[in-house]
């Protein structure tokens, strides 16, 4: 579906009105979501996918999924969150997983961003500089 500039610049507009503080207010999406499916505007099927996209990378970009072959003890998890909240300057929710799969090290991904310190990553990587 294609999407008109004036339908995208309605939705990024909405999206604004739903930040508090540099922070998604939740309430605020709910009620601008319900007003667009109430009120059915012109193209508001395109609005409102453009808008949950817009809603979707906010949210993508206030979380960190942290991958590690073992469990991190709560000093680490802790030093973890609080050293990605200050690169990226914003409070950061984290999710912790465990992947044997890794066999050691950890891989972090915060929104688009993904850094790889896995020893799988580090022997792929060697195994294709060898080939």
């Known amino acids: 579906m294609k999407i008109s500039k004036e339908v995208r610049r309605t939705a990024r ?14 309430s605020r999406v ?3 979501v319900n007003q667009i499916t109430t009120s059915k505007p012109r193209g508001y099927l395109a609005m409102l996918d453009s808008f949950a996209g817009l809603v ?3 949210v993508e970009s206030q979380r960190a999924v942290v991958e590690s072959a073992t469990f991190l003890t709560d000093d680490i998890q802790s030093n973890l ?3 990605l909240s200050e690169k ?7 999710e ?9 090290g950890i891989r972090v991904k915060v929104g688009s961003d993904v ?11 060697l195994k294709a500089s060898l080939s």
């Open 13 to 26: 507009q909405l999206f604004r009105v739903c930040l508090v503080n540099g922070k998604l207010d939740e």
């Open 30 to 32: 709910r009620l601008v």
């Open 56 to 58: 979707r990378h906010e």
């Open 81 to 83: 969150k609080a050293s």
């Open 88 to 94: 990226y300057g914003r409070e950061l929710t984290l």
């Open 96 to 104: 912790f997983h465990i992947k044997p799969e890794l066999l050691g």
């Open 115 to 125: 850094w790889d310190g896995s020893v799988k990553a580090r022997l792929e990587a």
